[in-house]
């Protein structure tokens, strides 16, 4: 993992290597949806299958940005590079 800045107690990363902690984040955000009876979309599983979609494609690969604060994962995006499979993102045309 590479630090790309630090700011106001908020450190700012990039990793070409999951790491489970970086679900964090998704997993907090599933849970107050459990709890708050928000929606049914299980974001966990479907950002876990993407990874692995991801993975297996030659051309494509993925990247980790990550942001924490005192050591605690805040959030993550996930970017894409590479020769992208639009059907990896789109199950349907767009």
């Known amino acids: ?5 630090e700011f106001n107690g908020n450190e700012f990363s990039i990793s070409s290597e999951f790491n ?3 679900l964090i984040p998704i997993i907090k955000n599933l849970l107050f949806k459990a709890k708050n009876d928000w929606d049914d979309y299980d974001e966990v599983y479907h950002c876990c299958r993407l990874i692995e979609e991801v993975k297996t494609k030659k051309d494509m690969n993925m990247e980790f940005h990550i942001m924490k604060r005192e050591g605690e994962h805040l959030g993550i995006a996930l970017a894409n590079i590479g020769l992208l499979d639009l059907n990896v993102f789109f199950k349907e045309p767009i």
């Open 1 to 5: 993992m590479k630090i790309l800045s």
């Open 20 to 22: 489970s902690n970086h």
